[in-house]
């Protein structure tokens, strides 16, 4: 599936998902189905074997969702993922809807690398620095240690990249 498809099933999810108010939720749900078919090979097969009838396929994904506890419109577009051939693409989906949602509560992530492990007031500083630099109401620090880097740090926002090494 290309990026564009996995957007536009993004932005579609997000849509109702903020209709009805239940975001966060329909966030949770789905990075912990990623998570969930990322770890298990098994389920990932079973899902993904057109060998297996689709009504057999569907009735073990309502039984893990119902596990999970996923919210209804989760289990509705996973419903509607596997009935299209597209939970091969659910990582890709997530992503873009992780984006999507960013963008709609006011977050950003951000990836710092730095020679050494940045102690809680350097991280603090640089997150209200970010904020201000952003705009964004919230920032998402993702701390990296690599020692190849002689000094100072690379962030990483989106597709920003300030480089103070």
Known sequence: MS?????RYAKSLSDLAHSEGCLETIASDLSGIVTLLSDSLE???ALGNPSIPLSE???VLK???AKLGA???TCN???LLLDNNRLVSLSDINSAFE???DERIGR???RVCSAVALDKATLEALEKHLLAVTGKEQILLETEVDASLVGGIVTHVGDLVFDGS
């Open 3 to 7: 990026n564009a498809v996995a957007r």
């Open 43 to 45: 389920l990932r097969s």
């Open 57 to 59: 396929r569907s009735a």
């Open 63 to 65: 039984t893990v969702l």
């Open 71 to 73: 919210h209804k419109i």
């Open 77 to 79: 577009f996973m419903s």
């Open 99 to 101: 984006q999507n949602y």
């Open 108 to 110: 950003v992530r951000a």
